[in-house]
């Protein structure tokens, strides 16, 4: 009960009279109007006074006019059960008496002239809460004066634990009286043993003992409910818990109150839930979450840890401790000032963040207490200063800025609460870019691939990238249709790519090259390679027995057009079927010895007896990583001997290439009998000029006569019965 040192004056001790605001309605004297220092509610009533004494004359403090409308109007407590009213020796006749809860009378009573005469009226429970507004009127007779008091119900001393409360796990009864509530046949918060590990990661605490919640299910929750814990209206508490850094992204935590240990009654925030991440913490490592509880009414509550997972992580907290405490008496901080976010100027994901540490409070009086200073993505806490000093600066980056548009924020907070989040949005990152250029496959070693290019130096909408090495490149390697090999985040321009399919010496491949920013991948850029093995020795034949190339040749077919090489039984064919379509042939490694002075490589080709020709042939050979074509000759319609000089070539390992192009008539060509070797040593028997030696015939090596030799070519000479391989000259 609320006791005064005189009947319910205290009550009105600071009540203030106030000028007249118009005459009552039935035309009378004029009505005053008073304010109440409880409510701040103005009323109408004729007079309102204490009790002063030697005032005999007016010993009331309450008069209610005999006028139509005149009442008091006032707020009780919400736990109020009566209301009193006593009359005094003012009183003149008999008049009635309404008390109206919330616009109901509740009561009515006549004072029928007797002084010192005390009214109780009970207050409905229905109208014992906050915003019933209650009403003492003069219905009937005569003025009232009156004495008014009212009695607070004696509640119940609530059970629970009593502040300051804190959790550490040490001893599994500690967990004892707490409710762990996940709808779902998961694991939940359960209490683990000091050296225990979740059974999902090989997550290891530095706490002795810790609790772990763990849901593997996109979008679902659990709660860790403490049992009541003793709090009062009208004070603010604090409510801390360390988290260990788990092996996911982030962690969504929020902190909630209410009367019943279950999901459900917690219906008060202390933390809206908020994405947590390790604050740039190693695994194990803790960090702390905290929230303010203000409790409306004094009772026992039970705090609810709630754990949820979303689209981007499934929860794995660590809680190792608990902490229930009073806030300190004060105001919440004031806003950060200078607040700035600036994106890394060369795309980088990467956000520079800087920020003053508040000297005032909410109110601008000076700040007496300030805890830390968080800096936040979105809702995401990604940085807390701990005991930041008012008025310095202080700053933080970002590296894990996501691409596009972000909000950055930054808070104070103290043990009264957060100050509001001071904001700005950045864009991070890069524009999807152009694709790669100058893009090549080189020979290598079986299982391995050489990839060279050039970075882009813009994105797609022309946006120049000044720090080329933000730019990476991914490589995809495909075995016909099929992906085998994915290399990503390759840096600078070139690489070495191990193929870890088993590669066999020369097998044929495509890559597909990209340019990559945080924005996305370019467009592919498409060339093919082909893994060598070791070079083989001179001499080298193939002559395309059975229609397998022993010398493992490879076709790159359809380089523009459509167009391809086949093998036949003793040849190799290629189809153009339109007009400047392409496609090679590959050799592997062929090492040309040092020592070498006159090294050809020969072959037999024509336009496979079609009536037109047109379509051409090119000779290529690689030696440094670069192709080289050194003879391009229009395919005959009878089968030709063309040789290809590689004296040039002593002491390196060379690779070849055949390369077919349609012509305008003639879309074929046929290849045989391949041979590259070292001229003096190939059983040549000598080098003549290029003229008649008495009676000698000439025969091309496919035993065709010939009547007027070619320089450069190799030809059967038959003298006097015998014969002789030259070379003319």
Not at 150 to 165: C, H, R, S, V
Not at 201 to 214: D, I, M
Not at 290 to 299: D, K, V
Not at 620 to 627: I, K, P, R, S
């Amino acid at each position: 009960m609320l006791s005064f040192s005189a009947y319910g004056a205290d009550i009105f001790e600071n009540w203030e009279e106030k000028s007249s605001f118009g005459p009552a309605t039935n035309g009378g004297t004029s009505a005053v109007k008073g304010k109440s220092p409880l409510t701040d509610i103005e009323y109408s009533f004729v007079r309102a006074c204490k009790s002063v004494p030697g005032q005999a004359a007016i010993p009331a403090f309450l008069s209610i006019a005999n006028r139509a409308g005149a009442y008091v109007e006032f707020a009780l407590p919400i736990n109020c059960k009566e209301i009193k009213i006593k009359t005094t020796s003012n009183i003149a006749s008999t008049c009635k008496i309404n008390v109206l809860a919330g616009g109901t009378t509740i009561e009515s009573a006549y004072a029928v002239g007797e002084a010192d005469k005390e009214y109780s009226i009970a207050i409905p429970e229905e109208y014992r809460k906050a915003g019933t507004l209650y009403r003492i009127a003069r219905n009937a007779g005569n003025n009232l004066f009156a004495g008014f008091t009212y009695i607070e119900d004696a509640a119940e001393e609530p059970q629970g634990i009593t502040l300051p409360y804190s959790l550490t796990f040490d001893e599994p009864e500690k967990v004892e009286g707490y409710t762990s509530v996940c709808p779902y046949d998961r694991p939940k918060f359960a209490y683990i043993a000091k050296g225990a590990s979740p059974v999902y990661s090989g997550f290891n605490c530095v706490a002795s003992k810790n609790l772990f919640s763990s849901n593997d299910i996109e979008y679902k929750d659990s709660w860790f409910i403490s049992p009541a814990i003793k709090l009062e209206a009208g004070k603010k508490y604090i409510v801390k818990y360390t988290v260990g850094v788990t092996n996911q992204e982030r962690a969504a935590l929020g902190i909630f109150y209410g009367t019943e240990a279950t999901a459900e009654a917690m219906t008060g925030t202390a933390l809206e839930v908020t994405h947590y991440r390790g604050n740039g913490l190693l695994e194990g490592q803790l960090f702390t979450v905290s929230g303010t509880i203000a409790p409306e009414a004094t009772g026992a509550y039970n705090i609810g840890f709630y754990d949820n997972t979303d689209k981007y992580c499934s929860a794995r907290t660590i809680l190792t401790d608990i902490s229930v405490t009073e806030a300190a008496s004060g105001k919440m901080p004031g806003e950060p000032a200078d607040f700035t976010a600036v994106a890394d100027k060369d795309g980088a994901l990467s956000v520079a963040l800087s920020a003053k540490a508040p000297t005032v409070d909410a109110e601008g009086n000076t700040l007496n207490e300030l805890t830390a200073l968080e800096f936040l993505r979105e809702t995401t806490v990604i940085k807390t200063i701990e005991n930041p000093t008012p008025g310095e600066t202080y700053t933080y980056t970002d590296n894990e800025a996501v691409h596009g548009n972000s909000t950055y924020g930054v808070r104070a907070v103290n043990s009264a609460g957060n100050s509001n989040v001071v904001s700005q949005e950045v864009k991070a990152g890069l524009e999807i870019p152009n694709p790669p250029t100058d893009v090549a496959a080189h020979q290598s070693v079986a299982g391995s691939i050489k990839v060279t290019w050039h970075r882009p130096e813009s994105g797609i909408f022309g946006t120049g990238f000044g720090n080329l090495s933000l730019i990476k490149t991914k490589v995809e390697v495909y075995d016909g249709d099929t992906l085998i090999n994915t290399f990503e985040d390759l840096s600078g321009e070139d690489a070495d790519l191990e193929i870890n399919d088993g590669t066999a010496d020369q097998k044929f491949y495509s890559l597909k090259v990209y340019a990559v920013t945080s924005g996305g991948p370019s467009l592919p850029v498409e060339v093919n390679a082909v893994p060598v093995g070791k070079p083989v020795a001179l001499p080298y034949s193939e002559d395309f027995a059975g229609a397998v190339p022993a010398q493992l040749l490879y076709a790159n077919n359809n380089e523009n057009y459509t167009a391809s090489w086949s093998f036949m039984d003793g040849y190799a064919f290629f189809t153009g079927r339109s007009y400047g379509s392409l496609a090679s042939l590959y050799s592997g490694l062929i090492s040309i010895p040092a020592e070498s002075k006159k090294v050809a490589l020969t072959l037999e080709y024509s336009n496979d007896a079609r009536s037109y020709t047109g379509s051409v042939l090119s000779v290529l050979v690689n030696a440094d990583g670069e192709w080289v074509e050194l003879k391009s000759e229009e395919a005959p319609k009878e089968y030709t001997l063309m040789s290809v000089d590689l004296s040039e070539y002593a002491g390196k390992d060379i690779q070849y290439a055949l390369r077919g192009k349609g012509g305008q008539y003639s879309y074929y060509i046929d290849v045989k009998n391949i041979k590259i070797a070292d001229e003096e040593e190939s059983g040549i028997d000598s080098i003549i000029a290029d003229e008649a030696e008495g009676e000698a015939v000439y025969y091309d090596l496919m035993g065709r006569r010939v009547a007027n030799p070619s320089a450069g070519k190799i030809y059967i000479k038959v003298l006097n019965g015998k014969a002789f391989r030259v070379l003319v000259k």
